[in-house]
């Protein structure tokens, strides 16, 4: 028998909370045959709300899910946590500045970063959803001196997982005919969708060039590229406002979908094309070390490994470099407020 995983979901009482604890108990995170120990952790406000899933997780009588816990005490909540997910965080308000919103988060992500490093297993993997969710990671990872910060994640999966549905829904392929697509950055309006590695695989397993295929599609080089600056990346960027229009609350289940797919892939491994995750800098492609940014990245043995040495256009680079700013400063601001 495969040895059981502690899972610990902050926030479990909410939107996103509802739509992924399902899908970790019925073994799509983890796999099927893996013993899954739920932790809920909510602030007293939502504790009710995370009971009531707990209630209907009992119910669904998956054969994978162990136990559940619910508890709005942290050293409880992370003791023993093998994989922890992040998604609790403090919503922007109306006239709040990025200053207050990092303060707010500062304190929720700095004590839980805390309890991580006292009371988590010691292989736990983290990933950060709640927003802004790579300095929180940030936040977070300096409050566990203890963790590796390579073990401090933040998720940008479901922009890629957007870009990746876009670009299907364009060429008419299907979505898994398409790999080495690329979100570099910040999880915010800046993020960095590259698509000049991407690949198509044909029905019958020739690889060409996403961007060839594109042009073709499109029209000619020249449109593709104006379609790529003026319609992809915005479509991409500003998804989550179309679904709150659309749906009339903010996306939930695919962001839970993404997450699943994040720690899926961390601990399970990718396979040889690779996917995107906000993990902890080490210098690569000139963004400055120990900022989590959203990078390349395959995974072996439960590792992530940047993708090294691709080509960088000039129209990446620009724009990398201005969502990496958006991170410095973003970096700088904590700092000043004593939040890491
Ligand atoms: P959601 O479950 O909808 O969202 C939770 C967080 O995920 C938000 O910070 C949200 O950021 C972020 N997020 C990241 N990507 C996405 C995406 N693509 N779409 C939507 N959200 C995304 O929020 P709810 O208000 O329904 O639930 C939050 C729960 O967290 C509440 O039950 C609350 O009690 C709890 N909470 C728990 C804490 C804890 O455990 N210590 C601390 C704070 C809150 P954004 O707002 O920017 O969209």
Not at 23 to 51: F, H, W
Not at 65 to 84: H, I, K, M, W
Not at 138 to 147: M, R, T, W, Y
Request: aromatic share 4%; net charge negative.
């Amino acid at each position: 028998a495969q040895k059981p995983v502690t899972v610990t979901v902050t926030g479990a009482g909410g939107q996103i909370g509802y739509a992924l604890l399902f899908r970790i108990a019925s073994g799509a995170m983890l796999g099927p045959q893996t013993p899954v120990r739920l932790r809920l952790l909510e602030i007293p406000a939502g504790l009710k709300s995370a009971e009531g899933s707990a209630l209907e997780l009992q119910d669904c009588a998956f054969p994978a899910l162990e136990s559940v816990e619910v508890t709005d005490d942290p050293a409880r909540g992370f003791d023993g946590a093998n994989v922890a997910l992040l998604v609790g965080a403090r919503p922007r308000g109306p006239g709040m500045e990025r200053s207050d919103l990092l303060k707010a988060n500062g304190a929720i992500f700095g004590p839980q970063g805390a309890a991580i490093n006292a009371h988590a297993a010691e292989d736990v993997k983290v990933l950060v959803v709640g927003n802004p969710a790579n300095t929180n990671a940030l936040i977070a990872s300096a409050h566990a001196p203890d963790v590796p910060p390579e073990r401090f994640n933040a998720m940008t999966r479901l922009d890629h997982n957007r870009a990746l549905a876009q670009l299907a829904q364009v060429l008419d392929v299907p979505v898994a005919s398409i790999s080495n697509v690329t979100i570099w950055g910040n999880h915010s309006a800046t993020q960095v969708p590259d698509i000049s590695h991407g690949i198509l695989t044909g029905p019958d397993g020739t690889q060409g060039s996403l961007v060839g295929a594109l042009a073709k599609a499109i029209g000619s080089a020249q449109d593709m590229a104006q379609w790529f600056a003026t319609t992809f990346i915005p479509r991409v960027a500003q998804r989550g406002a179309e679904i709150i229009e659309v749906r009339g609350s903010s996306s939930a289940a695919s962001a839970a979908a993404a997450a699943i797919d994040h720690v899926h892939d961390w601990v399970l491994g990718t396979g040889s094309s690779w996917t995107s995750a906000a993990v902890v800098s080490d210098g690569s492609y000139g963004v400055p070390r120990g900022l989590v940014s959203s990078f390349p990245v395959t995974s072996q043995q439960g590792s992530w490994h940047i993708e090294q040495q691709l080509e960088m256009g000039a129209d990446v680079r620009e724009r990398l470099e201005v969502s990496v700013n958006e991170l410095v400063e973003e970096r700088e601001m904590v700092r000043s407020l004593g939040l890491i």
